[in-house]
């Protein structure tokens, strides 16, 4: 199976920094990317899907990059709603699998 | 609006069994792969299995292979995972999402139901 790996687990920020989440593939996908927003209680949202496509309704502020191994979520100008934890996906071969998680905090 | 709805969650014993159920509206649930994903008490999301638009296809993480049955009913607008030989890990909150047309990644996700293996 593909691993994901996203690293660091957590990270702390201000209102309007830029943040990068990387997250690593054990082995080439291409583009085959995904990367969701999951807040406290709540299910998971789409953000972006084939590395860098913006889901329909998601804020400019956030954009996806990389492809083969190495991919980035930044967000541009962190707001208060961003507190979240940010999952990668990847699609390139069955099982499915999502990296562990990288938990925003804002400060 | 597309909406997807879980039910089926409880209290199960260790080796006993549950049926999830996942009721679609809002597309054309006949036309999209679809999938479970569940994730466990503070944990990470995990990729559980999904199912092909006309039910022919199915995959699962080898963790459930064999114990776990995705079906679909389409004329009903529903996705099931039947789940057998229940075990402790298998505790968590699972999700019914939709597999994207646009491109790789669900892109509708259900609210969850919680699913709980203790004696």
């Known amino acids: 199976a593909i691993q994901l790996t996203q690293s660091p687990s957590s990270l702390s920020a201000s209102v309007g920094d830029r943040v990068t989440i990387p997250c690593r593939a054990s082995?080439?996908?291409?583009?085959?990317l995904a990367w969701y927003q999951q807040k406290p209680g709540k299910a998971p949202k789409l953000l972006i899907y084939?590395?860098?496509s913006l889901a329909s309704g998601v804020p400019s502020r956030f954009s996806g990059s990389g492809s083969g191994t190495d991919f980035t979520l930044a967000i541009s100008s962190l707001q208060p709603e961003d507190l979240a934890t940010y999952y990668c996906?990847?699609?390139?071969?069955?099982?499915?699998?999502f990296g562990p998680g990288t938990k925003v905090d804002v400060k | 609006e597309v909406q997807l709805v879980e039910s089926g969650g409880g209290l199960v014993q260790p080796g006993g069994s549950l049926r999830l159920s996942c009721a679609a509206s809002?597309?054309?649930?006949?036309?999209?792969?679809m999938s479970w994903v569940r994730q466990a008490p503070g944990k990470g999301l995990e990729w559980v299995a999904n199912?092909?638009?006309?039910?022919?296809?199915?995959y699962y993480v080898d963790s459930v292979k064999g114990r776990f049955t995705i079906s679909r009913d389409n004329a009903n607008n529903s996705l099931y995972l039947q789940m057998d030989s229940l075990r402790a890990e298998d505790t968590a909150v699972y999700y019914c999402?939709?597999?994207?047309?646009?491109?790789?990644?669900?892109?509708?996700w259900g609210q969850g139901t919680l699913v709980t293996v203790s004696s």
């Open positions: 999402a939709r597999d994207s047309w646009a491109g790789n990644a669900l892109d509708y």
């Open positions: 809002g597309f054309t649930f006949s036309t999209y792969w």
């Open positions: 199912i092909k638009q006309d039910g022919n296809e199915k």
């Open positions: 082995q080439g996908i291409s583009s085959a």
């Open positions: 084939d590395a860098s």
């Open positions: 996906q990847q699609f390139n071969g069955f099982p499915f699998t």
